[in-house]
């Protein structure tokens, strides 16, 4: 009894210190971090059933690069969109890969929106616009949808437009209305409210040329952050306070107190456990919108002069020359969605870069990044669609912006290759893809393929190994060709297995009808939404020519790259020897092109490791610069500067006043020196 009373008092301190800090604890955080599936499905049914407000989900995952460039993105457009609209929350897919399962989610980034408790609209990639439109839209949606219509208001609109309609008949139609809601939980009372009113009402002034009166479902009250929380603590609040009421002897509650001594422990435990959990949240949000901050101030701002040099590229060799080129007081400008190239993808330690240990892909480009920023380096996170050199300087045009600039550093990695063939493009996104470290975490539990026999093939295996529950390796030849050690590792692994000697002929899946949530029998799914997923994939063997069928549910391909050169054609020479590769002058980084110089996998058809593509990088930037003064273009804003400075001054000078004019003698003073006064007293 004593530990039971200790531990109550506890909680009551607790909770009187959390009451007694900043409201903004009661608020819900602008994007919420979901924990678990029970988390979701509450808040899901609580905005079904207290406030009507649609809620997007964005299905993520740390070490995807499009989740990444979305990330600000989609934290601004819930900032914009306001609390009183949507609910915005984060999903995950690695943490709570239970919803990933349930939603069909086989790619990442993935955003799903409920309405009135139901998977309404579902968008698979990093599309800003795309999906601003579907907020928009859903967001209209549910304005268009709060109403609610009564029995009565049904039975006034029918004596005026239809006397002939008995009780009964009335009765049929607002059970119909009522039971297209049929969920329990969101419409208990069986009214006829949201889309089954809207479409009512259509249906009734398309016959009768007059629409029925209804009335809102929600109030803008209630649509607010915490008007939820603060009516039903309200009423906790009224009914304790009429308990007490009765039992103090005729004294009267004070409302600035809580009633901590009538709420049970379990009551107490409850309260703690979810003002602490909006507390995280918040603190969440903040380093977030500090984060997002962080990212905005090393933002590119055009300029009226060119700029010296323009890098295009984020990954190692990217990053690697604007650390250099930024130190060299140049100010770079690197232009690359925050996706970091292929080590951005890489979920598995990065064991072979010298001085890094127990780090993953992600962190390393995040430090460069972080490192080239502390130097002077700014950002502009779009992509370069192509460049301008017919005159100098040149111009880099990206997807929104223009970039005048005096020398280019190429540094734009590699693209994955896939396999071309049948099922491979209609099933990306549906089970077929290139980044288990985006992807993998959608297929928790279940089996799947991957085709490959390299360092990529490898530490693809090696990601999905974690959380799949099988993997099988596609291999051409009789042996891998990545590292001894990364190799040993997928063989001696209990839940990787090889197919030699084979090659995928065709990726199998079959169409899946979506599910629409809260639906039963046949209006559970969506005919207009038909979804291709992969189901398995045809193999034949290449020594004995036999096919084979296996079983799995997703196919990631890890054959090699293409370096990303297309937007190079015709302005710089190529390598004849391997397709795709720029070709470089003698040892140096320049092309053919003076003032653009090439680093990383987009000139090395040898080597290609994201330590060497650093060492080309901060070559690149070395030759930029030497070219630069050889050219002799310097910082062309500080010459301006310094030349208005001069012109400044020497109209100063010229307008300097005799030397020798006395200020003291227009002032009608006769001044003496101290020497002079002192002699003159002596």
């Not at 470089?584 to 053919?592: A, L, Q």
Request: glycine letters at 8%; aromatic letters at 6%; charged letters at 25%.
């Amino acid at each position: 009894m004593i530990g039971t009373s200790r531990a109550s008092r506890l909680l009551a301190v607790a909770l009187l210190l959390i009451q007694y800090q900043s409201v903004s604890v009661y608020g819900r955080p602008m994007v919420r971090q979901i924990r678990s599936a029970h988390e979701f499905d509450r808040l899901v049914e609580k905005h079904a059933k207290e406030t009507g407000l649609p809620v997007i989900a964005d299905f993520y995952s740390d070490g995807c690069g499009p989740c990444r460039q979305i990330a600000p993105i989609y934290q601004k457009m819930a900032k914009e969109t306001g609390q009183d609209n949507a609910v915005f929350v984060k999903i995950n897919t690695q943490a709570v890969p239970e919803l990933s399962g349930r939603y069909n989610v086989r790619s990442i980034p993935t955003f799903l929106f409920f309405s009135d408790g139901k998977k309404v609209d579902t968008m698979q990639g990093a599309d800003a616009n795309g999906l601003q439109q579907r907020i928009s839209s859903l967001v209209s949606r549910s304005r268009q949808n709060n109403v609610i219509m009564t029995r009565e208001a049904l039975g006034e609109y029918y004596a005026k437009v239809d006397p002939s309609k008995d009780a009964a008949a009335l009765d049929s139609v607002y059970a119909k209305c009522a039971d297209m809601n049929k969920s329990s939980k969101i419409n208990p009372d069986k009214l006829c409210m949201s889309g089954a009113a809207v479409q009512l009402n259509r249906r009734l002034k398309q016959k009768y040329k007059e629409r029925v009166e209804t009335k809102p479902r929600f109030t803008a009250e209630d649509r607010m952050p915490s008007s939820g929380s603060e009516s039903a603590d309200k009423k906790k609040e009224d009914d304790s306070s009429s308990s007490a009421s009765a039992g103090s002897k005729g004294k009267k509650a004070d409302p600035a107190k809580a009633n901590l001594h009538i709420a049970t422990k379990e009551e107490l435990m409850e309260e703690l456990e979810n003002r602490l959990e909006a507390e995280a949240e918040a603190r969440e949000e903040e380093m977030e919108e500090e984060d997002i901050f962080a990212e905005f101030e090393h933002s590119y701002v055009q300029s009226d002069f060119p700029e010296r040099v323009t890098i295009i590229g984020g990954g190692p060799a990217g990053m690697s020359a604007a650390i250099y080129a930024a130190r060299a007081g140049l100010t770079p400008v690197v232009v690359a969605p925050p996706m970091g190239g292929q080590l951005q993808g890489k979920g598995v330690d990065v064991e072979n870069y010298p001085g890094l240990a127990d780090v993953t892909g992600p962190q390393v480009v995040s430090a460069m990044r972080e490192q080239a920023a502390t130097f002077g380096a700014v950002f502009e996170c779009e992509e370069v669609l192509s460049i301008d050199v017919s005159s100098r300087p040149f111009k880099v045009h990206t997807n929104s912006t223009e970039i005048i600039t005096h020398s280019i550093i190429v540094a734009t990695g590699a693209e994955s290759n896939w396999l071309d063939i049948p099922g491979e493009y209609e099933m990306r996104g549906g089970g077929v893809s290139s980044c288990a470290i985006c992807d993998g975490a959608a297929f928790y539990g279940k089996d799947v393929v991957v085709v490959g026999g390299g360092d990529s093939a490898m530490e693809e295996a090696l990601v999905l190994a974690r959380t799949s529950k099988t993997v099988t390796i596609i291999h051409r030849r009789d042996a891998f060709r990545a590292s001894k050690i990364l190799a040993q590792r997928v063989i001696e692994h209990p839940s990787i297995h090889v197919k030699w000697n084979t090659v995928v002929k065709k990726i199998v899946g079959e169409k899946i009808l979506v599910e629409v949530e809260g639906e039963e029998e046949s209006d559970s799914v969506d005919l207009d939404n038909e979804e291709m997923f992969v189901t398995g994939a045809l193999l034949s063997n290449t020594e004995t020519g036999e096919d084979e069928r296996i079983d799995c549910a997703a196919v990631f391909v890890a054959i090699g790259h293409t370096p990303t050169t297309s937007f190079l054609e015709e302005i710089v020479d190529f390598d004849e020897e391997h397709a795709g590769y720029l070709q470089t002058i003698g040892r140096s980084t320049k092309t053919s092109t003076p003032g653009i110089f090439a680093a990383g996998d987009v000139s090395d058809a040898v080597y290609r490791q994201a330590v060497t593509s650093a060492g080309s990088g901060a070559a690149a930037a070395l030759d930029a610069e030497r070219w630069l003064s050889e050219e002799g273009l310097g910082n062309e804003e500080a010459e301006f500067e310094a030349e208005l400075l001069a012109e400044l001054m020497a109209d100063d000078i010229s307008n300097k006043p005799a030397d020798n004019y006395n200020a003291y003698d227009d002032a009608g003073v006769n001044v003496t020196g101290m020497k002079e006064s002192a002699r003159v007293e002596f």
